[in-house]
């Protein structure tokens, strides 16, 4: 698990774009896992001028969302699918049926999960697997207790995530009360996980995530299992990590070929 703790999230996004655009520009057709909320936000800024003013190619790229709110249809404004479109594919030259994302309105839905987990494998696997955290340390919606070796699949959210997403529903009453979600099984298949958070309120989970024992109580603990697990933060949200200086002195002494 590697580190990374730039001053800002401004910085820690910048960085991030840096690592997607060495991996496309390796890999045209490459396959991007990618996540909702805020944390991204930025990251898909970034991009998207990349795509703009460097001409980063994206009319290989496939990509495989997350999660989606069960019962939401994709023009729904609080859905993933508006949300993705909205913020990065409709500002680059991706082809929509490169596009994945879960569909929340499907009829069966456990049927659904494994074709979802079958396309992943007919893509190829996913080179790089973009995660926010939850404060209670979920990764996707795989909510505290989530098995580690979980697959896609319906998840029922937790008060607390309910209350969390709120805000983008008009008030608690209206958020979904299940999600379909790639499980953490699935997470780590991924050829590199990169994590990011940012903030104060992130400080608590990134501590038990990076520094705890891997338990499924904290689901984003899982990440210390991976081969090439990147946690990219800032400074507050390292805040109560134990071994910061340690951190800083690896991404100082990285070998050139290790540097993006």
Known sequence: MEVIIQPDSQQASW????????????????????????????????????????G??????????LDEYVGL???????????????LFQHINIKPENVHIPDGLASDIPGYCQK???????????D??????????????????????????????????RKNNAVFFGGEENVPYHAITMGIGTILEARICLLMAFGRKKARAIA????????????ASALQLHPKAIILLDREAASELKNVDYYHWVYEHKPDWQKF
């Open 15 to 54: 960085l991030a774009a840096r690592l997607i655009k060495k991996i496309i520009q390796e890999k045209p057709n490459a396959v991007l896992g990618l996540a909702t909320g805020n944390t991204p936000l930025q990251l898909y800024k970034f991009l998207i001028k990349m795509h703009r003013e460097e």
């Open 208 to 219: 038990m995530a990076v520094e705890g024992p891997v338990t499924a109580m904290v689901p």
């Open 73 to 87: 249809s994709p023009d729904h404004p609080a859905s993933f699918h508006h949300y993705m479109w909205t913020n």
């Open 116 to 126: 979802y987990e079958e396309e992943i494998k007919a893509a190829g696997g996913i």
């Open 56 to 65: 980063l190619d994206f009319s290989q790229v496939r990509t495989f969302n």
């Open 128 to 161: 790089i697997q973009i995660l926010g955290l939850g404060t209670n340390g979920h990764i996707g919606f795989n909510e505290p207790s989530s098995s580690l070796s979980s697959r896609t699949r319906i998840k029922t959210l937790t008060d607390q995530t």
